[in-house]
């Protein structure tokens, strides 16, 4: 931190409010605290003294090999099912969204609204026939269905957010790129993809996180252990009887990597992404 | 927005109906097909295979006489009332880190908010089960530690609970009474990672010399918030309500994971998303699950219009 005289000020004329501040941020850090402490105790350990660190000399790391063990699988599932959907909902919309923005052909405008009218349809209502769709399509118990579900479930916002950017891109390029012959597919990967890379990782990120935190479809869709996603194997997990907090809170946090790395590579697009989550009302 | 086509373009340009093609068929297989089955067999007796019964609205008539379907109503509205109180300390803090004259620390508050959000949602949900533990839980420590709970169990002898006593800890999770309250304590302080973001989108148009000017005045802190910030982010607020209504309407995992099935001890926090849920997958009454289901969307729908209706703000 620079300790310019203009920051020392600011800092000293705004204390209360940092104070007020820090104390909502750490309270909502707590959890992760908590998380990484317990980690290191054994079930013993933990109840004498459940809220500081121990001393690292008796950090128990079997907790974090058995949380590595356990998790890892899950969240290689977890991984194919968000990227895999993220990738094919993403260029999906993209497609859709470049056939709304650049031209009205008959029926887009029917189209259009159809796309609209799911905005309102709260998609709990649709779990049980879902169920029934994904079991007539002998897609029960495969991870294709979350991915699926995950695809058609981001279409509409996804297109409604990149029909607004693709109408908002420069005419003359697509005119210019029509004049040299390229098809339309061209167009969308020489214009529109190369020029809506912000507005993608956003709507990447968006997506990506709500396929990631999905654990309901999950729940109900996958049986076989081996192809447990994080939020299935997670309560698998809390089902047990006897609890070893310790091996626990390690694969919480071990369950946590991956979003953590996400998190430091697109720190701005983290943020923007989440903020313009705020468009899905 | 683009211009209609000349019939000659039309013959050209027709190729680029493929690009719909897939989105299309995506949306029309997992959501409208789905939810044209939803409404067409709410009408039937259907226990997930390929038999039948026609049964007209017996379902509906039977959820009108659902009292565990009645009740669940009750506990979600009760918890809209509670989403209400819980978006405050979002505001509050969206509007002090706003207010704050340095913009590197309004970016490092804003990163430092996000963070949490690596955790997953389910990951919180358990910590949170975990906190409320009876006899292990951060809670109860808490407030055996800071003397709360004997001021708790001195209010129960007041009033008479009988849901806090001195020589047993609470049970926050597994006593029938305790079950809302739970709920409502549930992700303290409830920072809505989104609501801040979208409560600092919405205040973004307010400069620092309209903060400076406030003070010359001699303004105070919280006519500052009444005069220059809630006018600017009250489409915000009906905005993350709307977010939080849906959510909370038509949500159960929350329910789900925290107390079981039935919605914990006496039943208190069953929501009609989980009794859907419950008498599809544990029941095998499907047909009744779309019903509710049906139900559920109508309340849903007649909530947002209620919110666009009376909630109005003019712009």
């Not at chain 1, 809220?51 to 699988?73: D, G």
């Not at chain 1, 447990?228 to 946090?253: P, S």
Request: with cysteine.
């Amino acid at each position: 931190m620079s300790a310019s005289p203009a920051s020392v000020s600011s800092l000293r004329r705004d204390w209360s409010k940092h104070v007020v501040i820090l104390f909502f941020i750490l309270i909502s850090l707590f959890p992760l605290y908590m998380m990484l402490e317990v980690s290191f105790k054994d079930n013993a350990t933990f109840v004498r003294n459940p809220w500081l660190p121990t001393n690292p000399m008796s950090w128990h790391w079997e907790n974090w090999s058995f949380a590595f063990h356990l998790i890892v699988p899950y969240i290689a599932n977890t991984v194919f099912v968000a990227v895999t959907g993220t990738a094919c909902s993403l260029f999906l919309a993209i497609l859709g969204a470049y056939f709304f923005a650049r031209h009205r052909l008959p029926f887009s405008g029917i189209l259009w609204a159809g796309f609209l009218a799911l905005m309102l349809m709260p998609s709990v209502v649709n779990i049980t026939p879902l169920f029934m769709v994904l079991k007539s399509l002998k897609l029960l118990n495969t991870l294709w269905a979350l991915v699926l579900v995950g695809v058609a479930a981001g279409q509409v916002f996804n297109i409604f957010v990149l029909r607004n950017f693709i109408e908002d891109l420069p005419r003359d390029l697509f005119e210019a790129a029509e004049m040299d012959g390229a098809s339309h597919l061209q167009q969308v990967f020489t214009i529109v993809i190369p020029m809506s890379g912000p507005i993608i990782g956003t709507l990447a990120i968006l997506s990506f996180l709500g396929m990631w935190n999905d654990f309901l479809l999950p729940l109900i869709v996958l049986r076989d252990q081996d192809l447990f996603t994080l939020g299935v194997g997670l309560i698998y997990l809390d089902g047990e009887y006897v609890k070893q907090w310790g091996q626990i809170m390690a694969a919480y946090f071990v369950a946590s990597i991956p979003l953590l790395v996400l998190f430091f590579f697109t720190m701005r697009l983290f943020v923007r992404g989440l903020s313009a989550g705020a468009l899905k009302g | 927005m683009a211009a209609p086509l000349s019939r000659q373009k039309l013959l050209r340009e027709w190729k680029l109906y493929f690009f719909i093609v897939p989105s299309l068929a995506m949306v029309l297989a997992f959501v409208y097909y789905p939810a044209a089955s939803a409404i067409y067999h709410s009408f039937f007796e259907w226990a997930g295979g390929d038999t039948r019964h026609w049964i007209g609205l017996d379902n509906f008539t039977r959820a009108f006489h659902d009292k565990v379907l009645m009740g669940s109503f009750l506990t979600v509205s009760i918890l809209v009332i509670f989403n209400l109180f819980q978006m405050i300390p979002s505001i509050l803090l969206a509007v002090l880190i706003h207010r704050l004259r340095s913009d590197r620390w309004q970016f490092i508050y804003r990163v430092l908010l996000v963070i949490p959000m690596i955790v997953p949602g389910l990951v919180t949900l358990f910590i949170w089960k975990f906190f409320f533990d009876p006899s292990l839980g951060v809670l109860n420590s808490l407030l055996d530690a800071t003397g709360m709970k004997d001021v708790l169990v001195s209010l129960d002898h007041v009033f008479g609970w009988g849901v806090f006593f001195a020589n047993a800890p609470i049970a926050w999770l597994s006593q029938p009474a305790l079950i809302l309250p739970s709920l409502f304590i549930w992700g303290f302080p409830w920072i809505g990672v989104v609501g801040v973001l979208i409560f600092l989108a919405g205040l973004q148009s307010i400069g620092q010399d309209i903060y400076e000017a406030a003070e010359l005045d001699g303004v105070g802190p919280f006519k500052k918030f009444l005069y220059i910030e809630f006018p600017l982010i009250l489409t915000q607020m009906r905005l993350n309500l709307v977010l939080l209504i849906i959510g909370t309407v038509g949500g159960y995992g929350l329910q789900l994971e925290l107390l079981d099935i039935y919605g914990g001890p006496g039943g208190r926090g069953m929501v009609p998303g989980l009794w859907m849920y419950n008498r599809a997958f544990f029941n095998g009454e499907f047909g009744y699950a779309c019903a509710i289901g049906m139900i559920l969307f109508a309340f849903i729908l007649l909530l947002t219009f209620v919110n666009n209706r009376y909630v109005r703000v003019d712009k």
